[in-house]
DNA sequence: ACTTCGTTGCACACTGGTGTGCAATCTACT
DNA sequence: AGTAGATTGCACACCAGTGTGCAACGAAGT
């Protein structure tokens, strides 16, 4: 029913993703619709991009919150993180962009959520040891997951290698000893199926 | 003489910095010049990010091949290149947001000679299992200075603490080990005088 | 006083994007 | 056939930014 909307959305991300400043008019016809049509759905462009944002946000919480509640050592969570939520990262690696610019300050409000789940993540594996305490949680968590984003971007990211090497790469930054980190990566099924 | 011209860059560095939408006529008001003026001293808006580029290219290529030079550890050649970056990474904090968007292309282009600067500063550490091999060296170089500039970015830069978590973190995404990593700016007077 | 040069203050044309209004059309469902 | 809802095709007003042209102004140096 709502199939031309969903579409919208969908290429909307792509389109955004190439060139965050993309007008409503790319973005309508990568969607193989006039203009007017999105207009329909979306009285103005920022109610897209929050659109697409919440979307992106429900999605995040929904894995962060699940993995966090395992229990488990703050690296290994982090990298089951990274594993779940790598698929679509590259997707939306956008809001990365978005989150400067115009629409900054709609779209780091919406992120809050996410924000905070990493901080207490990364804040309690510093608290065990696990994680460097050289910079403050919130900050260092911020720096991770954009590292992430960052190499999600940077078109290594063919196939599971980008996996992979953002886990280890972000892993790194976090404070943990290299051997540690290809032991965590190196348990997992996903990485395991890699050559 | 060039005095106006020179404000103008100034200013611009600034004020792009905060916003990198920002107009020739937010530059101009902030320079306490009429937007006319500044199209005096630069035909385009693209001159202007341009000379801003180049200004900032040939600082840090001529740190970058003088520290080079000294032929010590790759490891503590990036510690001693950041320790001369940092008092102007912030001013040029910039350069890493105009590098996507509209001017992307002329950006990336004039960034290059330092790129290949630190991609070869990188290799050089890999191959003397200095640094982490997980990444090919370009990449882990984009890498590690973008998490710089973004450490620079993160108001995280309040004095030199800013510049010791700079070096820190990015020492530990390279793959050096966090003892080593401590030793390394710990050796440096910079940091010694923290605290 | 005269000239030069940078600066100013307009006015202007142009571009590209946003958002709206409205009638016409198409499609699906009954 | 008939109706409802989504989609289309234009036209429009609007805005913000860019870049230009030109006459006037002001300070410096000669």
């Not at 196939?159 to 892993?171: D, E, V």
Request: charge should be negative.
């Amino acid at each position: 029913m709502n199939e031309t909307r969903d579409r919208i959305l969908d290429v909307a991300l792509d389109v955004l993703g190439e060139n965050p400043d993309a007008g409503m008019g790319d973005i309508a016809s990568a969607a193989g619709v006039v203009r007017r049509t999105v207009y329909g759905h979306f009285p103005s462009r920022l109610d897209l991009v929050r659109t697409l944002t919440e979307r992106a946000v429900t999605e995040m919480t929904a894995v962060l919150t699940e993995i966090n509640a395992s229990g488990a050592e703050a690296d290994a969570t982090w990298v089951e993180f990274i594993a779940r939520v790598w698929p679509v990262a590259h997707r939306y690696r956008v809001l990365l962009a978005l989150r400067r610019g115009e629409y900054g300050e709609a779209i780091h409000g919406l992120l809050g959520p996410v924000d905070e789940l990493l901080a207490d993540l990364v804040e309690r594996g510093q608290g065990g040891d696990v994680f460097a305490q050289h910079l403050p949680a919130g900050i260092l968590s911020q720096l991770a997951y954009g590292l992430v984003f960052a190499i999600a971007d940077s078109e290594a990211s063919n196939g599971t290698r980008g996996a992979r090497a953002a886990t280890i790469t972000s892993l790194l930054m976090l404070g943990v000893p290299e051997a540690r980190a290809i032991a965590l990566v190196g348990d997992r099924p996903t990485s395991a199926a890699v050559q």
